[in-house]
């Protein structure tokens, strides 16, 4: 089992959408959770992080970490066409500065 | 945030041969790190390049492979030596900043390499 699963998609969703990508881990150790955005022949982009449990507003998107259940997920409200790309989770523990990603998960959306 | 610059953006190279690829970032940084990223694959560390002092490879990437050099707090290199197929991949430079309960990393744009 690998530390950090994320289904690689493709997840493909209408504009307007509400979308919701989700990763599980299984290292209880990881208190830092990050979410990236790579557009195509892009690097990744920080989209998010989160420290610990909780959610996290930014916009349109939103961060939730379940750490009794080791899931965090980010939900996207109002998707839009610019928003078509591949998602990364990241995680690390607090000691380390090492992530571990996810394989991302590649979102389309069509107007 | 950091703005990191990544170069050659692209290559094409003959199997044997040496790619050396740079990256500048545009403020001090303490942590700089090289990944790998295959086609629908997800990044993989190749090394952490330490300013002063030998970079620290993960396992499966050796020092003659992966030369790093780490100048100074703002630039480093990563050369893929004797190239064949198998690495054909995409290199990212990153960088991290880190806090009590904060942790930011941030990538440059990428060297796309195919070996032929």
């Known amino acids: 089992q690998k530390e950090v699963e994320q289904d690689p998609g493709p997840l493909s969703v209408p504009e307007g959408a509400i979308v919701s990508l989700n990763c599980t881990y299984s290292?209880?150790?990881?208190?830092?959770f990050m979410w990236y955005r790579q557009y195509s022949r892009k690097g990744p982009e920080l989209l998010m992080y989160?420290?610990?449990?909780g959610n996290k507003e930014d916009g349109r998107f939103t961060a939730q970490v379940d750490k009794s259940s080791k899931y965090i997920s980010l939900f996207i409200r109002d998707s839009q066409p610019s928003d078509s790309a591949t998602y990364l989770c990241?995680?690390?523990?607090?000691?380390?500065?090492?992530?571990?990603f996810g394989r991302g998960t590649s979102l389309i959306v069509h107007p | 945030s950091a703005v990191i610059s990544q170069k050659p953006s692209r290559d094409i190279c003959q199997r044997g041969t040496s790619l050396t690829i740079q990256c500048q970032v545009d403020?001090?940084?303490?942590?700089m790190f090289w990944y790998r990223q295959q086609p629908g694959q997800s990044l993989t560390l190749i090394a952490t390049?330490?300013?002063?002092?030998?970079?620290?490879?993960e396992s499966g990437f050796v020092i003659d492979k992966f030369p790093i050099s780490r100048p100074n707090l703002t630039f480093s290199t990563l050369t893929v030596s004797n190239m064949s197929p198998e690495d054909s991949s995409i290199y990212l430079c990153?960088?991290?900043?880190?806090?009590?309960?904060?942790?930011?990393?941030?990538f440059g744009p990428g060297t796309r390499l195919t070996v032929t």
């Open positions: 990153s960088v991290a900043t880190t806090g009590t309960t904060s942790y930011e990393q941030y």
């Open positions: 290292n209880s150790a990881f208190q830092y």
């Open positions: 989160t420290y610990s449990s």
């Open positions: 990241a995680m690390k523990a607090g000691g380390s500065y090492i992530p571990t």
């Open positions: 403020s001090q940084v303490t942590m």
């Open positions: 390049a330490n300013q002063g002092s030998e970079a620290t490879y």
